[in-house]
Each structure stands twice: as structure tokens, then as C-alpha cells.
């Protein structure tokens, strides 16, 4: 008895000890610069050349124009997620980001828990009331939202205007109200400038594992071409590497997404639907290093140049000058209201 009392005692003096021992992940990760910023990627991770690539890049210009100091963290599966959101949470970072519209949730959650960290959510998924109205994110949250239907918009219309057969496709990465936004936006865009143009549409699944899957992304490509497309818009994450490999395979066009895609199929490549993701994550990590971030909903389109296409030496040769003139136009009545740019089905 008189033994396991004394083990009792040691192992209890040894857990009171362990109560003052921070992680040593946590003394690395909070640093003596202006300003510590935890980013948490999405499904895909770095390497996606698209969504994720531009949240890192936009972190690390913070680190060299801003003397921030930013930590990267890839999650596994869902549950990795929250708990990375967490973990940088508990270690005092100034602000937290997490990067898709998955994070909805846990960043809801989080901020409620931590009400003296600042938090940043790309594509947070804004929820409206019984009449439609947006139901504000807690005030200690930045929900950085896109208008990726005005950028599908033009892209849309660019593919309608360039296609030989008349027929062009969509390939979505999960099929949820985000990834829907670009198509119903692209559809618009079509139909804009050519009524009889057919939109082929497919999705890689219904779950964030949609947005992984380049054999799933190339098989529903393939399929489009098939049917007769000759242009493709992906929006699907690092599914979309499969759009390409389909597009060199088949001798078609693809539209990238997200960030500037041309390296990925170079004379395959149209064009891409640009995010400003880096922008966007370099912006709100500014607000908090020069006290100026506030909570609420920050809407992103063409007007405050948050997304747009691209027009450069790789594809002009690709897009006449009468063609890029009508996009412009088109771009420029968006921005005055003329246009109005569905987002829904």
C-alpha cells in the first residue's frame, strides 16, 4: 500500500509539472513580430496550383512586406481541420485564417471560444435569415467572400465566343452552393453572347474529396470532349490537373481557375479564372497589423478587382482583339449594374 501511494504521489507531481510546460510547437510558432498569423489550407493542400498556392503566396509577401510572421499548417481529414484551426488558436496567434468554405463552421465555433483572436475565413459560407437577409459572422471574424460568378461570367462568354463546335463544359470539384456559383455564372456567360451554345456539366463528387481527384477530373474531361466540347472550365481544385492532362490528350482548350493556370497545359490553356486569394489573405493580415480589421462580410468581384481572367503573352494569340474588346465590355457593364450575374440555380 505504502508503494502505490508513493507511485501515486510521484505521478501526480509529475502531471502538476507538465501543466507549466508549453509545446515547443507553440513557443515556435508565437514570435516577437508585429504581427503572428496561423494559416490553415484546404483540401488539396500546397501544390494545388490554384486556391491553396494563393493563400501561401499571399502569406508569404505578409512575411516580406510586412515583417509578419506566418505558420502553415495542411490538414489530413476533416477532423485535422478543426484541430489545426485550434491549435493556432491556442498558441495566441493574432489572427487565424482558414482557407475554403469548409472552415464555416469551426471558425464560427472557434471565435466564439476565442473572442480575443481575430479570425479570417476565405469563401466563408455567409447564412441568411427567414427573409434572405445575411446573418453576420461573430465580430471577431472577417468572412472574405468572392463574386466568382462575375469572373465565371466572363470566362463563359470568352469560351462561348472562341468555341468551334458550340459546345463547351463544366467540371466542378464538390457539387455544393460554392463550386455552383461557378457555373451558374459561366452558364451566364455563355448564353450571354451565344443563346444556342449547350453547356455540358459534371461534378467530381459531393464531398471536399472532389476537389483531389485528377483520375475522376480527367475521366468526366474526357467524357465532355467526347460529346463535342471543345472548351472546358474546371473549377475543382487539384481535380482539375485531370482537365488538363485531357485537354493536351485531346488536343482541346481547358480554363483554369482559382490562379493564373497556363504552365499547367501551355497552348491548351485559353484562359483562367482568377481569384485574388493572395490579395485577399495579404490584405486582412495588413488590417491586423495596422489595427484596422473589423468583422463582417467583404465582398469580393470585378469592381474591386477580386477576380477577373487573364490576358497575357501566353494566351493572346489564343483570344482576337474583337473578342477581348466584347469581354471587356462586358466586364465594364457589370461593374455599372447593367449586367446583373446570376449565383444561383
Known amino acids: 500500500m505504502r508503494k502505490l501511494l508513493l507511485l501515486l504521489l510521484a505521478l501526480a507531481i509529475v502531471h502538476a509539472a507538465f501543466l507549466f510546460v508549453r509545446p515547443s510547437g507553440a513557443s515556435a510558432a508565437?514570435?516577437?513580430?508585429?504581427?503572428?498569423?496561423?494559416?490553415?489550407?484546404?483540401?488539396?493542400?500546397?501544390?494545388?496550383?490554384s486556391f491553396n498556392d494563393g493563400a501561401y503566396v499571399g502569406g508569404m509577401r505578409a512575411e516580406r512586406e510586412l515583417g509578419a510572421h506566418v505558420?502553415?499548417?495542411?490538414?489530413?481529414?476533416?477532423?485535422d481541420r478543426e484541430s489545426g484551426l485550434r491549435l493556432l488558436a491556442a498558441e495566441g496567434m493574432d489572427l487565424v485564417i482558414g482557407v475554403g468554405f469548409i472552415f464555416t463552421d469551426d471558425i464560427t465555433q472557434l471565435a466564439k471560444d476565442y473572442?480575443?483572436?481575430?479570425?479570417?475565413?476565405?469563401?466563408?459560407?455567409?447564412?441568411?435569415?427567414?427573409?434572405?437577409?445575411p446573418?453576420?459572422?461573430?465580430?471577431?471574424?472577417?468572412?472574405?467572400?468572392?463574386?466568382?460568378?462575375?469572373?465565371?461570367?466572363?470566362?463563359?462568354a470568352l469560351?462561348?465566343?472562341?468555341?468551334?463546335?458550340?459546345?463547351?463544359?463544366?467540371?466542378?470539384?464538390?457539387?455544393?452552393?460554392?463550386?455552383?456559383?461557378?457555373?451558374?455564372?459561366?452558364?451566364?456567360?455563355?448564353?450571354?453572347?451565344?443563346?444556342?451554345?449547350?453547356?455540358?456539366?459534371?461534378?467530381?463528387?459531393?464531398?471536399?474529396?472532389?476537389?483531389?481527384?485528377?483520375?475522376?477530373?480527367?475521366?468526366?474531361?474526357?467524357?465532355?470532349?467526347?460529346?463535342?466540347?471543345?472548351?472546358?472550365?474546371?473549377?475543382?481544385?487539384?481535380?482539375?490537373?485531370?482537365?488538363?492532362?485531357?485537354a493536351r490528350q485531346t488536343g482541346h482548350l481547358a480554363i483554369g481557375v482559382d490562379a493564373d493556370q497556363y504552365a499547367e497545359a501551355p497552348g491548351h490553356v485559353l484562359t483562367s479564372m482568377v481569384k485574388g486569394v493572395d490579395e485577399a489573405v495579404y490584405d486582412v493580415i495588413k488590417l491586423v497589423k495596422e489595427h484596422q480589421f473589423k468583422g463582417g462580410i467583404y465582398q469580393l468581384g470585378l469592381a474591386e478587382h477580386g477576380v477577373g481572367y487573364v490576358y497575357d503573352a501566353n494566351n493572346k494569340a489564343l483570344i482576337p482583339d474583337s473578342v477581348r474588346?466584347?469581354?471587356?465590355?462586358?466586364?465594364?457593364?457589370?461593374?455599372?449594374?447593367?449586367?446583373?450575374?446570376?449565383?444561383t440555380r
Open 159 to 246: 469560351a462561348a465566343l472562341e468555341s468551334k463546335t458550340k459546345k463547351v463544359g463544366f467540371v466542378g470539384g464538390m457539387d455544393s452552393p460554392l463550386i455552383q456559383k461557378f457555373e451558374v455564372g459561366y452558364r451566364a456567360g455563355v448564353k450571354q453572347v451565344c443563346p444556342r451554345c449547350t453547356v455540358l456539366v459534371g461534378y467530381a463528387g459531393v464531398t471536399p474529396e472532389a476537389f483531389r481527384n485528377p483520375g475522376k477530373g480527367k475521366e468526366l474531361a474526357l467524357s465532355q470532349y467526347g460529346q463535342g466540347a471543345d472548351i472546358i472550365y474546371h473549377a475543382s481544385g487539384s481535380t482539375g490537373l485531370g482537365v488538363f492532362e485531357a
Open 71 to 79: 505558420r502553415f499548417i495542411e490538414p489530413g481529414d476533416g477532423s
Open 135 to 156: 446573418i453576420l459572422p461573430p465580430p471577431n471574424v472577417a468572412a472574405l467572400k468572392f463574386r466568382e460568378e462575375q469572373g465565371s461570367f466572363l470566362v463563359g
Open 115 to 133: 473572442p480575443n483572436t481575430k479570425f479570417a475565413g476565405i469563401d466563408f459560407a455567409v447564412s441568411t435569415d427567414r427573409d434572405g437577409n
Open 325 to 343: 474588346t466584347r469581354i471587356e465590355a462586358l466586364s465594364a457593364d457589370i461593374v455599372a449594374g447593367r449586367i446583373n450575374v446570376p449565383s
Open 30 to 49: 508565437r514570435t516577437h513580430a508585429d504581427v503572428n498569423v496561423g494559416i490553415v489550407f484546404d483540401v488539396g493542400g500546397r501544390g494545388d496550383k
